[in-house]
């Protein structure tokens, strides 16, 4: 029972010294993205017109040796390849480095890599870009016809405020990562928060619990750094030891540092925190940005319908029969029938430039095929062109004609060469999302 | 443990004895007499009805609402001066964590459905209150905190500190905050609180819902993820009940139900001010370490923790300790686990717990509809007709018809046992979604029906009072040989699940209340086509051919089912 106020310096055993120099190598690897991705996106950008989404997917980059979705593969050969180069490094003449040094660097590669991943998605929820407020599509489509991911994004979408809240940790938590005696603290919300992030992705078969982990290991690791700390003195409540190691920063050290940080502060959080800015209204990501035919957007009853000139009447049940069409604000169209629809399922985070790829309106419902559309407003013609996947080359075309300003009459040929004519209705749809929550409601 | 404990700290702090006999200042001394008195206030109950319900629990037969009861409470001041807004917790409706907007008119409705028969339910939505109203019983907690702090100040004028007052207020909120959580806790843990959506839900559209709803929903349909929540939560409160585990257990809860307040916010949730009453216990027990977290990881300076506690080593400490912990452990753990698993598995307590006709389940086309003999076609716009049609599992007929209903605001919370009472399935839906509590004469083949939208009701009454006086008193819309069909609800869910609580509230006889009926014979072989014929809510007789479909959904299906079909 030392109780001695005189702290001896940490001494590193050999087995710690192993570990270390394996975690050294695992850390850096997986900080560093080597991955065909990275160099895609870096030279993929165009340098002069970056975008939020540029960074976004910047932010989000991790060790990938194999093509396609994340998987725990590449993180078996970061280990692989982290336990080689541990081995070899203890053979080699740089065996006895200052470890104390060593471990303070590499906290600072993996708190910077940790802040950079949190702010890339604290920003687009910041700025309710992730989840957007469901589409009129989407509001008008049965809640079993959604996959559970769908409805995690859409029943967060509707309550932007809850949405920036949780930017707003996220960011603050990034913060705090950027300064060595606040890491721990922003580590442990990350822990909290990205352990919570972790779970719904695994409940709701979100795309992201790979990434998740990651985010979730980094944050471990520095953490651990001071957790014997806390337990001693929260738990146990012995008086305790601060950490000693102090970085020694003198002349062009002490520049360079205060500039490089600068740099990266300026970058991901001013300069990425205004582009989302800028891009929440100017173009948010999810959505379509062509504009759809004018003050058509709303849903219609399809009160008349005919394919090759016969006249199919309402029904309960009927796979040709449209049941009511939605005209998007922005060129989509989306028909509600009782044509199965194979469903387009994308669940992880990707910012996608061109509306054609734009796919989060469709991805992970079922109940209504989408079409984007271009307008010939000469021949008043809508061209149609099936968004999902599984119907790729699908196409109609139809005439549109507008006797009154709640009436659209679709006709022309359908993806089949048949001939239609529909006549739209519109609905005068009310949501209790959108009105007051304090008044009596009938609906 | 406590005892080596101390002794240990006593030989390793002696330089500390110094700061322990330091006196206090006489702003921390009244600081610290105020915050006594303000969470003792907060921590314990001062509500008739929750000593009314500890003291007449039946142990032997516990109902899993017996001891949330105990578990849920929060100031109530107003409630004592003859206020409006009970929240006792028994006149609380707040089974869950939407409720408590619901507070004044509708709790009543809700859960006082239970105890006075259906008497409130027209009272119907949440008061306007202002951001602040909903704190005013806290607001009370303080100004008695500040009064009585000032006559402690008057009267005490020897002490120098009050270490060992706070030791004991940190034990008094610490078991207040873990007790109350983990009664919240068991309902996630087995995933009752959030249901799974049933048919009539499913297929509702998404933008019918209100934003409540939607939140309640999106849980709902991961349970595991609900399970998980439970976990934390309960983690939380057990780390609360041990010092070394409090600081992280009240930092766990602090964050957890800080979320849960903006959620509640965000979604009109309605529970924002219990959920924050958490977050302010579990940051009172907190602050006590912040400091020196700070001393130690900000400005990395060696840090000498404090704290004085009560010497345990007399026996009367020392065995009052053991039983009290012992007994709160049997109590929220033993017997609250045992009674939820029952509620899970036979009675969850949103949902219906009587399992419907075996043969009437499913989605069903509605295929033909007559409505006084005359055929009505399909068409989406009509007003009478019905849609679509589902019988769910359990004894509700739901169907969608174009004419708007008000919406009942509720979240289909508290715990009522009679099956027409829970409305979880109807609760924040529009789109003219109807949903129909039955009861089956599986003899004579006849559904008789009522409708679970409370507003609705409500609605009707106004237009209903004419016709009142031709109403008999006695009601006998359904005959003695049928109720004899019937037989009794109160036995209709396994026997495992029975409880005195039941008992109680079935004997209790609801006071009858002309919610829409219809009488409605079914004939069915299999079930896969089903003629209803009878007479509807509005008196017109209806003949309806439903067929059933299969309706595959996208949304994967849940692999955690409560109540037992």
Do not use: C
């Given at each position: 029972?030392?109780?001695?106020?005189?702290?001896?310096?940490?001494?590193?055993?050999?087995?710690?010294?192993?570990?270390?120099?394996?975690?050294?190598?695992?850390?850096?690897?997986?900080?560093?993205?080597?991955?065909?991705?990275?160099?895609?996106?870096?030279?993929?950008?165009?340098?002069?017109?970056?975008s939020y989404g540029?960074?976004?997917?910047?932010?989000?980059?991790?060790?990938?040796?194999?093509?396609?979705?994340?998987?725990?593969?590449?993180?078996?050969?970061?280990?692989?390849?982290?336990?080689?180069?541990?081995?070899?490094?203890?053979?080699?003449?740089?065996?006895?480095?200052?470890?104390?040094?060593?471990?303070?660097?590499?906290?600072?590669?993996?708190?910077?890599?940790?802040?950079?991943?949190?702010?890339?998605?604290?920003?687009?929820?910041?700025?309710p870009l992730q989840a957007p407020f469901p589409s009129i599509s989407n509001l008008n489509t049965?809640?079993?016809d959604f996959?559970?991911?769908k409805?995690?994004s859409m029943?967060?979408g509707?309550?932007?405020?809850?949405?920036?809240?949780?930017?707003?940790?996220?960011?603050?938590?990034?913060?705090?990562?950027?300064?060595?005696?606040?890491?721990?603290?922003?580590?442990?919300?990350?822990?909290?928060?990205?352990?919570?992030?972790?779970?719904?992705?695994?409940?709701?078969?979100?795309?992201?619990?790979?990434?998740?982990?990651?985010?979730?290991?980094?944050?471990?690791?520095?953490?651990?750094?001071?957790?014997?700390?806390?337990?001693?003195?929260?738990?146990?409540?012995?008086?305790?030891?601060?950490?000693?190691?102090?970085?020694?920063?003198?002349?062009?050290?002490?520049?360079?540092?205060?500039?490089?940080?600068?740099?990266?502060?300026?970058?991901?959080?001013?300069?990425?925190?205004?582009?989302?800015?800028s891009g929440f209204h100017h173009d948010p990501y999810q959505f379509p940005r062509a504009k759809g035919l004018n003050n058509a957007a709303g849903i219609y009853n399809v009160?008349?319908f005919?394919?090759?000139?016969?006249?199919?009447?309402?029904?309960?049940?009927?796979?040709?029969?449209w049941k009511d069409v939605v005209f998007e604000k922005w060129a989509t169209l989306s028909i509600r029938s009782?044509r199965?629809v194979i469903v387009d399922s994308a669940?992880?985070?990707q910012v996608f430039k061109n509306d054609q790829d734009r796919d989060y309106e469709l991805a992970g419902t079922a109940g209504r095929h989408y079409y984007s559309y271009t307008v010939d407003s000469v021949n008043r013609v809508l061209f149609l062109n099936n968004k999902n996947p599984h119907y790729k080359g699908e196409r109609l075309r139809l005439k549109y004609e507008r006797p009154d300003s709640a009436t659209v009459i679709l006709s022309g040929t359908d993806q089949h060469?048949?001939?239609v004519y529909v006549v739209l209705n519109k609905i005068?749809k009310?949501y209790?999302?959108k009105?007051?929550?304090?008044?009596?409601?009938?609906? | 443990?406590?005892?080596?404990?101390?002794?240990?700290?006593?030989?390793?702090?002696?330089?500390?004895?110094?700061?322990?006999?330091?006196?206090?200042?006489?702003?921390?001394?009244?600081?610290?007499?105020?915050?006594?008195?303000?969470?003792?206030?907060?921590?314990?109950?001062?509500?008739?009805?929750?000593?009314?319900?500890?003291?007449?629990?039946?142990?032997?037969?516990?109902?899993?609402?017996?001891?949330?009861?105990?578990?849920?409470?929060?100031?109530?001041?107003?409630?004592?001066?003859?206020?409006?807004?009970?929240?006792?917790?028994?006149?609380?409706?707040?089974?869950?964590?939407?409720?408590?907007?619901?507070?004044?008119?509708?709790?009543?409705?809700?859960?006082?459905?239970?105890?006075?028969?259906?008497?409130?339910?027209?009272?119907?939505?949440?008061?306007?209150?202002?951001?602040?109203?909903?704190?005013?019983?806290?607001?009370?907690?303080?100004?008695?905190?500040?009064?009585?702090?000032?006559?402690?100040?008057?009267?005490?004028?020897?002490?120098?500190?009050?270490?060992?007052?706070?030791?004991?207020?940190?034990?008094?909120?610490?078991?207040?905050?873990?007790?109350?959580?983990?009664?919240?806790?068991?309902?996630?843990?087995?995933?009752?609180?959030?249901?799974?959506?049933?048919?009539?839900?499913?297929?509702?559209n998404f933008g019918?819902?209100?934003?409540?709803?939607?939140?309640?929903?999106?849980?709902?349909?991961?349970?595991?993820?609900?399970?998980?929540?439970?976990?934390?939560?309960?983690?939380?409160?057990?780390?609360?009940?041990?010092?070394?585990?409090?600081?992280?257990?009240?930092?766990?809860?602090?964050?957890?139900?800080?979320?849960?307040?903006?959620?509640?916010?965000?979604?009109?949730?309605?529970?924002?001010?219990?959920?924050?009453?958490?977050?302010?216990?579990?940051?009172?027990?907190?602050?006590?370490?912040?400091?020196?977290?700070?001393?130690?990881?900000?400005?990395?300076?060696?840090?000498?923790?404090?704290?004085?506690?009560?010497?345990?080593?007399?026996?009367?400490?020392?065995?009052?300790?053991?039983?009290?912990?012992?007994?709160?452990?049997?109590?929220?753990?033993?017997?609250?686990?045992?009674?939820?698993?029952?509620?899970?598995?036979?009675?969850?307590?949103?949902?219906?717990?009587?399992?419907?006709?075996?043969?009437?389940?499913?989605?069903?086309?509605?295929?033909?509809?007559?409505?006084?003999?005359?055929?009505?076609?399909?068409?989406?716009?009509?007003?009478?007709?019905?849609?679509?049609?589902?019988?769910?599992?359990?004894?509700?007929?739901?169907?969608?018809?174009?004419?708007?209903?008000?919406?009942?605001?509720?979240?289909?919370?508290?715990?009522?046992?009679?099956?027409?009472?829970?409305?979880?399935?109807?609760?924040?839906?529009?789109?003219?979604?109807?949903?129909?509590?039955?009861?089956?004469?599986?003899?004579?083949?006849?559904?008789?029906?009522?409708?679970?939208?409370?507003?609705?009701?409500?609605?009707?009454?106004?237009?209903?009072?004419?016709?009142?006086?031709?109403?008999?008193?006695?009601?006998?819309?359904?005959?003695?040989?049928?109720?004899?069909?019937?037989?009794?609800?109160?036995?209709?869910?396994?026997?495992?699940?029975?409880?005195?609580?039941?008992?109680?509230?079935?004997?209790?006889?609801?006071?009858?209340?002309?919610?829409?009926?219809?009488?409605?014979?079914?004939?069915?072989?299999?079930?896969?086509?089903?003629?209803?014929?009878?007479?509807?809510?509005?008196?017109?007789?209806?003949?309806?051919?439903?067929?059933?479909?299969?309706?595959?959904?996208?949304?994967?299906?849940?692999?955690?089912?409560?109540?037992?079909?």
């Amino acid at each position: 029972m030392s109780n001695t106020n005189i702290p001896s310096p940490p001494v590193w055993t050999n087995v710690e010294k192993r570990l270390f120099r394996f975690f050294f190598l695992f850390f850096i690897l997986q900080a560093i993205p080597l991955s065909v991705d990275f160099f895609k996106t870096v030279f993929g950008f165009n340098w002069l017109h970056i975008s939020y989404g540029d960074i976004f997917n910047l932010s989000r980059l991790s060790a990938k040796f194999i093509p396609g979705t994340d998987s725990f593969v590449n993180w078996i050969i970061v280990a692989l390849i982290a336990l080689i180069g541990a081995v070899a490094w203890e053979r080699s003449k740089y065996k006895n480095i200052d470890y104390d040094s060593f471990y303070y660097w590499l906290r600072v590669v993996v708190r910077y890599r940790l802040a950079i991943g949190i702010i890339g998605y604290g920003f687009i929820k910041f700025f309710p870009l992730q989840a957007p407020f469901p589409s009129i599509s989407n509001l008008n489509t049965s809640y079993g016809d959604f996959t559970d991911w769908k409805i995690f994004s859409m029943s967060l979408g509707i309550v932007p405020s809850y949405e920036a809240f949780l930017g707003g940790i996220e960011i603050l938590a990034g913060l705090l990562l950027f300064f060595r005696k606040t890491a721990t603290i922003g580590a442990a919300i990350i822990l909290v928060f990205t352990g919570n992030v972790f779970i719904s992705n695994l409940a709701y078969e979100g795309g992201e619990y790979v990434y998740a982990t990651y985010l979730i290991i980094f944050a471990l690791f520095m953490i651990w750094f001071d957790a014997q700390r806390i337990y001693n003195l929260v738990s146990l409540e012995r008086p305790t030891d601060p950490n000693r190691f102090k970085p020694n920063f003198t002349g062009r050290g002490k520049s360079l540092r205060l500039a490089l940080k600068s740099l990266i502060i300026f970058f991901f959080v001013f300069f990425y925190g205004f582009k989302t800015y800028s891009g929440f209204h100017h173009d948010p990501y999810q959505f379509p940005r062509a504009k759809g035919l004018n003050n058509a957007a709303g849903i219609y009853n399809v009160s008349e319908f005919r394919v090759n000139g016969q006249v199919l009447p309402y029904a309960a049940v009927n796979a040709l029969r449209w049941k009511d069409v939605v005209f998007e604000k922005w060129a989509t169209l989306s028909i509600r029938s009782d044509r199965p629809v194979i469903v387009d399922s994308a669940n992880y985070e990707q910012v996608f430039k061109n509306d054609q790829d734009r796919d989060y309106e469709l991805a992970g419902t079922a109940g209504r095929h989408y079409y984007s559309y271009t307008v010939d407003s000469v021949n008043r013609v809508l061209f149609l062109n099936n968004k999902n996947p599984h119907y790729k080359g699908e196409r109609l075309r139809l005439k549109y004609e507008r006797p009154d300003s709640a009436t659209v009459i679709l006709s022309g040929t359908d993806q089949h060469r048949d001939s239609v004519y529909v006549v739209l209705n519109k609905i005068d749809k009310k949501y209790p999302l959108k009105l007051s929550r304090r008044k009596a409601l009938k609906l | 443990m406590s005892e080596i404990k101390q002794q240990d700290t006593e030989k390793e702090l002696t330089d500390y004895q110094t700061t322990a006999k330091k006196p206090w200042s006489w702003q921390k001394k009244f600081g610290f007499r105020v915050l006594f008195i303000f969470f003792l206030a907060m921590s314990i109950p001062f509500s008739a009805n929750w000593y009314k319900n500890v003291f007449t629990l039946d142990w032997s037969r516990p109902h899993y609402r017996d001891l949330y009861d105990i578990a849920r409470f929060q100031p109530s001041f107003l409630s004592l001066f003859g206020g409006q807004r009970s929240r006792d917790i028994s006149d609380s409706p707040s089974g869950d964590e939407s409720a408590k907007k619901n507070e004044s008119p509708k709790n009543k409705a809700e859960n006082g459905a239970v105890k006075k028969g259906e008497a409130k339910n027209d009272a119907g939505l949440p008061p306007k209150n202002s951001f602040l109203a909903d704190y005013t019983d806290w607001g009370i907690a303080l100004l008695f905190a500040l009064v009585g702090a000032l006559i402690w100040t008057a009267i005490d004028r020897k002490s120098k500190s009050y270490h060992l007052l706070y030791y004991w207020i940190r034990v008094v909120v610490r078991y207040r905050a873990g007790i109350g959580i983990i009664g919240f806790g068991f309902t996630k843990l087995f995933p009752t609180q959030m249901p799974y959506p049933s048919l009539g839900l499913l297929n509702s559209n998404f933008g019918d819902f209100t934003a409540q709803k939607i939140y309640w929903l999106s849980v709902g349909v991961v349970p595991w993820y609900q399970v998980f929540g439970g976990v934390v939560e309960i983690a939380a409160g057990t780390m609360l009940f041990f010092r070394k585990t409090t600081t992280f257990g009240a930092i766990l809860l602090a964050a957890a139900l800080g979320d849960i307040t903006f959620v509640n916010y965000a979604y009109d949730g309605g529970v924002h001010v219990y959920a924050f009453y958490f977050v302010i216990l579990a940051l009172f027990l907190a602050a006590d370490d912040f400091p020196k977290l700070y001393h130690l990881l900000i400005l990395e300076r060696y840090t000498v923790p404090f704290r004085i506690y009560p010497d345990f080593r007399k026996p009367w400490l020392k065995y009052s300790r053991i039983t009290l912990k012992v007994l709160t452990f049997v109590i929220f753990f033993g017997v609250l686990t045992y009674t939820e698993v029952i509620n899970f598995k036979y009675d969850p307590y949103k949902q219906p717990a009587t399992a419907g006709v075996k043969k009437l389940r499913g989605n069903y086309h509605v295929s033909e509809f007559k409505i006084n003999g005359q055929v009505i076609p399909f068409n989406p716009l009509d007003s009478t007709r019905w849609q679509e049609a589902t019988f769910e599992n359990w004894t509700t007929l739901t169907f969608k018809i174009n004419r708007p209903v008000l919406i009942d605001p509720s979240n289909g919370g508290g715990s009522p046992m009679r099956d027409i009472q829970r409305t979880f399935e109807i609760s924040g839906v529009a789109g003219g979604q109807r949903a129909f509590h039955y009861y089956a004469d599986t003899v004579d083949k006849v559904l008789y029906l009522q409708d679970k939208n409370v507003m609705a009701l409500r609605g009707a009454r106004k237009g209903a009072d004419r016709g009142k006086q031709d109403q008999p008193k006695e009601d006998n819309w359904i005959s003695k040989t049928a109720w004899q069909h019937i037989g009794d609800e109160n036995k209709m869910i396994d026997k495992v699940a029975w409880s005195t609580r039941r008992d109680r509230e079935f004997e209790e006889k609801p006071r009858e209340v002309k919610r829409h009926r219809m009488v409605l014979k079914y004939d069915t072989t299999d079930g896969s086509r089903v003629i209803l014929s009878g007479i509807n809510e509005r008196k017109d007789s209806i003949y309806i051919v439903l067929d059933r479909y299969n309706r595959k959904y996208v949304l994967p299906k849940s692999t955690l089912n409560a109540g037992k079909y």
